[in-house]
């Protein structure tokens, strides 16, 4: 049994009641010393902990990384948020720990009032501040280890099988005004061993025999310092925080990454902040984080809703590629599921002899999996007894053979009818959706569409589930879907369908392709970022932009987080100078584009109806997929952006691990037609080498050179015309 701390305040008297056998530690000065060493090269020795201070007043989150305090008297609001790599101190203010409106009425949880000066806090003004008699107050808090967020069950390869470590704190809340009896508001806080990451979301119960109708949850209010000053400018001209980065689950945009998809974060300017250089008070320092449209819900008595989950990941640099390697590091931590990187093809399939074909084939070459790709025969919407059977059969087979099976599906990009489409909010006619017309997710057609999927899986034994769409949270008008109640829950709703749908088929093993920005609620791949038309264009064009869709698409992405494309057969167009078949006239140009992206560690969506047509080409399969599986744990470590490819000079990537005995993994392209001679600087730092770096080129001759205090070695390659070269680092 886990042991949980529970620790009740009665807000009259300010007296404590504890439970003795787990109780909170209290904090030591000693205790906040500068952790020595770079945390993205080697776990800190200090775990997340929580502490109570020696005269009660404070709770200390704390895991040598990150430092975030709490006063709890006379009601809790956060007086210290301190990066303890840098020493930099983030909290400028005080604030309420959460905001939210019910009933269209504004209410504080928790926070304090009568900070003068906002620029900055000093801990010697803090008790004289006041609670505020209309706030959610503090009763309550407990302590506990850190419960896995999903019980992912993983079927495949991944870098990281472990569940993150950790503590987490909920602070209770509840109001004193009659209007909100029988609410309970808790403010959770996560936070994580090794790295500086605190993750806050809000719970609210209601416990009353009335609905409320909860308009927004504010689950996040920071007064963060400014990094920069400007006296005139708008906040829109002026850059944001730099010392935090911030994300939550709630993101869609169909754009392949998470700024452009965000829905949460919103900086704002604080009317109280008087002393700042901006003559108009226009400094964006002020951190919001809620759904825009969302979530509108009606709360019945006996629901408990949880908001959105906001990662508050500290920084201590400004570079882009440590600010990358950061983010990533967040992803493999707190999303594990994130790793996993199976070996699949995309099959174009007539009937179910070309499947057990492509399932045969890859069995015979080292693929890990087969996904039955748009354009398919394959329909996972139809439930009936025949089809289940058909699909269980060639599943069985496919897992005879040690090999996964999985299916395309089609959500958006299609009209269902009036009654269960997305209706536009602007004309009350179906419409208005990111596509144009699109389901509902909460329509009848919609809520069967969720438990089709489940029954298909559940009875086939399915492993992987390509779903394409829903796309950005589109919201619906309707008043007679069964899945929302009208336009103002439309969008939190159907996210909570969708999630819901995600976490069931994570927590069963499968293996999920999406085409948003859903990571942190189970699913496993998205695309890298291409234009679907460009596989249309010339091979030797598209191995140019495949390289720079790989570059650009891994600065806050993992390998494994992305997919590619490589088109075996004729897709959007073009000639038979843009496509591999007949694989065997195109040899090496199938070899160099399964490189790039196994060389990358990104698996591609190789589209075709086989892997190869003559012996010659499964054998080039078969190499290239043992050279991958041969190196695969460092060819799926971070990536270190070493020149993008512009088609004039060389590129090339570096893999970087500080934990396997391949230290490094470096890969150069010559996209010229001379042979190419080269001397560049290999950073090394994120290998952890220091001194000395065994170099082996292609698994041939090595060469032992010295790093220089920079921690690069200066390294001399040649690569043929049109081709590559690459390098193990030890």
């Known amino acids: 049994m886990k042991h949980v701390f529970v620790l009740m305040l009665w807000v009259s008297g300010l007296s404590c009641l504890g439970q003795d056998e787990a109780p909170v530690p209290v904090w030591n ?15 800190p020795p200090v775990n997340a902990a929580v502490y109570k201070s020696a005269d009660g007043k404070d709770v200390i989150l704390y895991n040598g990384l990150v430092k975030r305090v709490f006063r709890i008297q006379p009601n809790v609001v956060c007086v210290d948020f301190r990066n303890c790599t840098t020493g930099q101190q983030l909290l400028r203010a005080v604030k309420p720990e959460a905001r939210i409106v019910l009933n269209n009425k504004v209410y504080n949880v928790g926070g304090l009032y009568g900070q003068k000066e906002n620029a900055y806090l000093l801990p010697s003004w803090l008790d004289d501040f006041t609670a505020g008699d209309d706030d959610f107050k503090f009763t309550a808090y407990t302590v506990s280890q850190l419960p896995p967020f999903l019980n992912w069950k993983c079927k495949t390869w991944a870098s990281n099988k472990k569940q993150p470590t950790g503590k987490l704190l909920s602070f209770t809340f509840e109001s004193s005004l009659a209007e909100l009896r029988g609410l309970v508001v808790k403010v959770h806080y996560e936070l994580y061993d090794g790295i500086p990451l605190i993750i806050k979301w809000v719970s609210i119960e209601n416990g009353s025999r009335q609905s409320f109708a909860l308009n927004r949850v504010v689950n996040e209010v920071l007064a963060l310092v400014e990094e920069e000053s400007a006296v005139v400018g708008t906040p829109e001209q002026m850059k944001k925080q730099h010392g935090i980065y911030v994300e939550t689950n709630y993101a869609f945009n169909n754009a392949m990454r998470y700024d452009i998809s965000d829905q949460t974060t919103h900086w704002k300017v604080d009317s109280l902040y008087t002393s700042q250089v901006n003559y108009y008070f226009g400094t964006p320092c002020l951190l919001e984080v809620y759904p825009e449209k ?13 908001s959105v989950r906001t990662h508050e990941l500290v920084m201590d640099s400004y570079d882009r590629e440590r600010r990358g390697l950061a983010i990533r590091k967040m992803y493999s931590t707190v999303a594990p599921w994130t790793t996993q990187n199976p070996i699949f093809m995309h099959v174009i399939s007539k009937d179910d002899d070309e499947v057990k074909n492509a399932i045969d084939q890859c069995a015979e070459t080292g693929y890990e999996g087969v996904i039955l790709s748009f354009g398919s025969h394959c329909n996972v919407e139809d439930t009936s007894i025949a089809n289940i059977r058909r699909w269980k059969t060639i599943a069985d087979y496919a897992h005879s053979k040690d090999v996964l099976i999985g299916s395309y599906s089609l959500f958006s990009s299609r009209k269902i009818s009036d009654e269960d489409d997305v209706i536009d909010p602007a004309t009350g006619k179906p419409g208005g959706a990111f596509f144009g017309n699109a389901p509902c997710f909460g329509s009848t057609w919609g809520l069967r569409y969720r438990d089709k999927i489940k029954y298909f899986y559940t009875n086939t034994g399915f492993d992987i589930w390509e779903n394409d769409g829903p796309y950005p949270g589109d919201v619906c008008a309707s008043t007679t879907h069964p ?15 969708q999630k819901e749908l995600y976490h069931w088929l994570n927590e069963r093993g499968v293996y999920i392709n999406a085409p948003d920005w859903y990571f942190f609620d189970g699913t496993n791949k998205i695309g890298i970022g291409y234009r679907e038309v460009n596989f249309s264009l010339p091979r030797d064009q598209q191995k140019i932009l495949n390289r720079q869709n790989i570059y650009d698409g891994t600065w806050e992405k993992t390998p494994s987080m992305s997919w590619g494309f490589v088109p075996l057969t004729k897709y959007q167009g073009g000639g038979p100078e843009a496509v591999l078949e007949p694989l065997s006239k195109h040899l090496p140009d199938y070899e160099q584009l399964m490189v790039q992206y196994y060389g990358a560690g990104v698996q591609a969506c190789y589209r075709g109806p086989r892997l190869y047509d003559t012996e010659a080409t499964k054998q ?3 190499k290239t997929i043992g050279w991958y599986k041969k190196y695969r744990d460092i060819l799926n470590a971070d990536i270190i952006h070493l020149r993008r490819a512009d088609g004039r000079d060389w590129d090339g990537i570096l893999h970087v691990s500080t934990q396997l005995k391949q230290k490094g993994f470096l890969l150069v392209y010559n996209p010229t037609k001379e042979k190419m001679v080269r001397t560049i600087k290999v950073p090394l730092y994120y290998t952890g080498l220091s001194t000395v770096a065994t170099v082996r080129e292609k698994d041939l001759s090595q060469k032992q050179y010295t790093l220089n205090r920079n921690y690069e070695i200066e390294l001399n390659f040649t690569i043929e015309g049109e081709s590559y070269n690459w390098f193990v680092i030890e």
Do not use: C, Y
């Not at 969302?294 to 949880?306: D, K, V, Y």
């Open 483 to 497: 899945g929302h109640k009208e336009l103002s829950d439309s969008q939190w709703r159907q996210m909570e369908i």
């Open 620 to 622: 080039l399969v078969t």
């Open 29 to 43: 000065n000693k205790l906040d010393i500068r952790v020595e060493g770079d945390w993205l090269l080697h776990k």
């Open 294 to 306: 969302a979530p509108g819900i009606a709360l019945q008595p006996g629901e408990l809703f949880s």
